[in-house]
């Protein structure tokens, strides 16, 4: 979808908007289906 409209908009800015748009899609999947875990422990926060 980027590459049709890139060459009048910043394919940047389109690419962060898709992005944003996709993001509470999924969220809201993840909470639907209850697989949304946080990692325990310190280790995996350092990364």
Known sequence: MVE???SR???VAL???EMATA??????IALA???LAVPRG???GGA
């Open 33 to 35: 289906l209850g697989q």
């Open 9 to 11: 908009h910043d394919a």
């Open 4 to 6: 049709r409209y890139a």
């Open 23 to 28: 993001f509470p899609g999924f969220l809201l």
């Open 42 to 44: 310190g280790r995996c």
């Open 15 to 17: 690419t962060l908007v």
